[in-house]
């Protein structure tokens, strides 16, 4: 399996910072690397995929940059419903596999 | 729109097979889909399970493999999971989620079902 390394396992920020969430993995994945927002209770949403590519609806302050092996996922500026759990997933080799989760708290 | 709809008995003893059923709705099941099976136990990541194509062709997680059989109903529109053998470290909730195929290429998954807590214990 590909194993995904995500740092920060938790991140503290206020409303309108700029936050930054690393993804690395173990081999190269070919860009194929998405990014999931969850939020307590509830099921992962799709931001970005295939790196770079915004989902449609989500807002243009997520950005998904990166290749090779190191990903990351910016936030340009914090707004109240950013507040949740951030999640990496590379699509590049069968069976896929998950970061260990960002958490994204008020600070 | 598509929407995915998880069901299934939320108590499962151990050693049993854990059983259960996505519906989908509002859009096909055949290609270019792929259909997953993913888990999160409580308080930990996600952990993909496996997916099924509408030709019958399933892939599913090393750690997984020889307890885990997918199946899908065309005719129904819905997709089915067994995970045979569970114990406590099989409680988790269960989401299926949509993942297409564009061009040769998976897409991540971008609709997903409300999940279904399953609970493993006597």
């Known amino acids: 399996d590909v194993q995904m390394t995500q740092f920060p396992s938790t991140l503290s920020a206020s409303i309108g910072d700029r936050v930054t969430i690393t993804c690395r993995a173990s081999q190269g994945v070919n860009n194929l690397l998405a990014w999931y927002q969850q939020k307590p209770g509830k099921a992962p949403k799709l931001l970005i995929h295939k790196a770079s590519i915004l989902e449609i609806g989500v807002p243009s302050r997520f950005s998904g940059s990166g290749s090779g092996t190191e990903f990351t996922l910016t936030i340009s500026s914090l707004q109240p419903d950013d507040f949740a759990t951030y999640y990496c997933q590379q699509y590049d080799s069968y069976g896929y596999t998950f970061g260990q989760g960002t958490k994204l708290e008020i600070k | 729109q598509v929407q995915l709809q998880e069901s299934g008995p939320g108590l499962v003893r151990p050693s049993e097979t854990l059983s259960l059923t996505c519906s989908i709705s509002?859009?096909?099941?055949?290609?270019?889909?792929?259909w997953s099976w993913i888990r999160q136990p409580p308080g930990k990541a996600l952990e993909w399970i496996g997916f099924i194509h509408y030709t019958g062709t399933t892939i599913y997680s090393p750690s997984l493999t020889g307890r885990v059989t997918m199946s899908i109903d065309t005719s129904t529109n819905q997709i089915s999971l067994k995970l045979n053998s569970v114990t406590t470290a099989d409680t988790a909730v269960y989401y299926c989620?949509?993942?297409?195929?564009?061009?040769?290429?998976?897409?991540?998954?971008?609709?997903w079902g409300q999940g279904t807590m399953v609970t493993v214990s006597s």
């Open positions: 509002g859009g096909s099941i055949n290609s270019p889909y792929y």
């Open positions: 989620a949509r993942d297409p195929f564009w061009s040769g290429i998976h897409d991540g998954f971008d609709i």
